[in-house]
């Protein structure tokens, strides 16, 4: 990598559906080998492939993408939180449904910059309250939000096949 990159953000477009399916399988196989089981994680991958992501991208909810040059190096997946009913948070919660960052990008100070791109982008909206989820035994993605000052305050599960994953939730405030 140069010495000093320049990052830039928009919202994915339709033609960028190839380079983010690509970005989330490698991101996906990086994150959960080891925790998803292997042909789960595998048909989630096959499953999220470009014609997914294109139907996705017509949709009111496009990522914002984090670009170095003209390559997409991180997504990021905002919306009004989803379910805030056992949460005891307010009305005003934004959620990040899904960060991902190219693996050979981390570790940099990337990830800590798309996750304020994405947080400003929800206040923007006047949600002044954030959650992200993630599977409590991604050590990786649970130390990174507790670096950014996440707090745990809730669990809950995923089931993917036969195997039940907890997921811890993290919450700010503006």
Sequence with gaps: MPEKLHTRYRYAK????????????????????????YQQLNATIHRRDENWWKTALSKDRNPILMMVDDQIIGYATICKARDISSTHLSQHVGEITELY????????????QLFS?????????NLN???VWALSDNNKAC??????????FAKAHDQ???????????KWRA
């Design 129 to 131: 309250e954030l959650i």
């Design 160 to 170: 993917f096949g036969k195997t039940r994953l907890e997921k811890t939730a993290f």
């Design 14 to 37: 339709r033609e960028d559906a190839g380079a983010i399916a690509e970005l989330f399988a490698t991101s996906w196989k990086n994150a959960y080998c080891g925790i998803i089981p």
């Design 143 to 152: 130390d990174f939000y507790e670096n950014l000052g996440g707090q745990k």
């Design 101 to 112: 960052l190219d693996p050979d990008y981390q570790g940099v100070g990337f990830g800590r």
């Design 117 to 125: 791109a994405a947080w400003s982008e929800l206040k923007k909206s």
